[in-house]
């Protein structure tokens, strides 16, 4: 969708002729980066097609630590300690935390790695 939106633009900015042509010289007298050198246009899609991809790599990493916390620990807890439901024993908390805890630096190191490969780009 990103990249959809990005082509949109750049296809508008083509189509209204006589503004293009004067914002585009507007653009290159103050020296500026013109969107229709191909370059930066390619630049633009690569970094929206990254944005994705860094926000994909996220969600799953959200969804495999909750299938962690949730599914396999919060049963173990309810299985050792069945007052957790009648609220007769508190639950264990920490242990949680620490899977969450752990489970984010572990997740984290596809995104954070692109984020940071693109960075020195």
């Known amino acids: ?18 503004i293009a042509d004067n914002a585009g010289g507007i653009v290159e007298m103050s020296l500026q980066v013109d969107i229709a050198i191909p370059e930066v246009f390619i630049g633009g899609l690569l970094g929206s097609m990254l944005l994705f991809v860094f926000s994909a790599w996220a969600c799953s990493a959200v ?15 309810f299985v050792e300690r069945p007052g957790i439901m009648e609220y007769q024993e508190k639950s264990d908390y920490g242990r949680c935390v620490a899977i969450v805890a752990a489970a984010s630096l572990r997740e984290m190191i ?12």
């Open 110 to 121: 596809k995104p954070g790695a692109l984020a940071t490969i693109y960075l020195q780009l």
């Open 1 to 18: 969708m990103g990249m959809l939106s990005t082509a949109a633009y750049v296809l508008t900015m083509d189509m209204f002729g006589p």
């Open 63 to 77: 969804g495999r630590t909750a299938q962690e916390v949730v599914v396999n620990e919060v049963r173990r807890q």
